[in-house]
């Protein structure tokens, strides 16, 4: 199983980009992504598609939560040595705690653990909630989903500051939450070269993922008219796509975020001062 690392800037949510033409259409994405409780994705089957913009509001991309076989498994041999260290059985706990380190080196303080038990140390029993714990779950490691199986709307609080409800400039609309990323429309509050802005924020596992997504997504999509620039501190990218579109894309930390604009003219490269202002007002 891999982790999520690819995202569409501005339509991994739906939300609405206008494309140039006669008529007034969004291009969208639709579909169901099933994610583990440890964040990995476990499968995914999204369609980008073009409706009206009067009809975009009725599609979204829909996260599924569920425990994995995988992890559930992690989650009963790693409570099973916590039980064991508790008890003072520390040879069944390094056995339990071994096969955890094995399959997962990163699994909460499995690792540490098992160091602390090779140099002779008693480790304290970690008594913290597992991530991937379902006190419905057997202990089979089931296919049958053991999480929520309903679409999520919430998402992590560190998301939600990317997406300010007072931009200066901008008009805010209505934000589309999910499990792992969060966007919200802006339209101009006066006169503006840009249709729109949109801001994108998604949380990654790890930082070298949310700076891979720039340069294997974002770079990919926005390859025109390239430069680096500093946002707050933050490295970022800034591209168009060389007919609409322009982009400042930057890593914080876990999170990647991006910031897209819509040209009236077709001269995408001209939003740049724009963004950067929007840029600026972001954390």
């Not at 259409?25 to 073009?50: F, H, M, N, P, Y």
């Not at 729109?196 to 993922?209: G, P, R």
């Not at 990647?256 to 963004?275: C, D, H, I, N, T």
Request: overall charge positive; some cysteine.
């Amino acid at each position: 199983m891999k982790r999520y690392a690819a995202v569409l800037i501005a339509g991994s949510l739906a939300a609405a980009l206008l494309v140039p033409g006669c008529q007034r259409t969004v291009e969208v994405q639709t579909g169901t992504r099933t994610v583990c409780t440890a964040g990995e994705l476990v499968s995914e089957d999204i369609k980008t598609i073009e409706v009206p913009v009067k009809d975009a509001a009725n599609y979204r991309v829909k996260t599924v939560t569920i425990t994995c076989d995988t992890h559930s498994g992690l989650s009963k041999l790693y409570s099973e040595a916590q039980a064991a260290i508790a008890a003072g059985d520390l040879a069944a706990a390094k056995d339990k705690l071994a096969q955890v380190v094995a399959s997962n080196p990163t699994y909460r303080k499995a690792k540490q653990q098992l160091d602390e038990i090779n140099a002779g140390k008693k480790p304290t029993p970690d008594t913290g909630t597992d991530p991937g714990d379902d006190p419905g779950a057997n202990n089979g490691g089931s296919t049958t989903p053991t999480g929520s199986t309903t679409p999520t709307a919430t998402a992590p609080s560190a998301l939600t500051g990317w997406i300010p409800g007072t931009l200066s400039g901008w008009t805010a609309q209505k934000p589309t939450v999910d499990a792992l990323s969060v966007a919200r429309e802006y339209v101009p509050s006066g006169s503006s070269p840009a249709i729109n802005l949109v801001i994108v924020a998604e949380q990654f596992s790890s930082e070298a993922d949310a700076k891979k997504s720039i340069d294997q997504v974002v770079k990919a999509r926005y390859g025109k008219d390239a430069a680096n620039l500093t946002v707050n501190g933050h490295a970022a990218y800034f591209g168009t796509d060389g007919r609409s579109f322009a982009v400042i894309a930057f890593p914080a930390g876990k999170v990647m975020v991006a910031l897209e604009m819509a040209a009236k003219s077709g001269a995408p490269k001209a939003l740049r001062p724009q963004l950067e202002a929007a840029a600026k007002q972001l954390p």
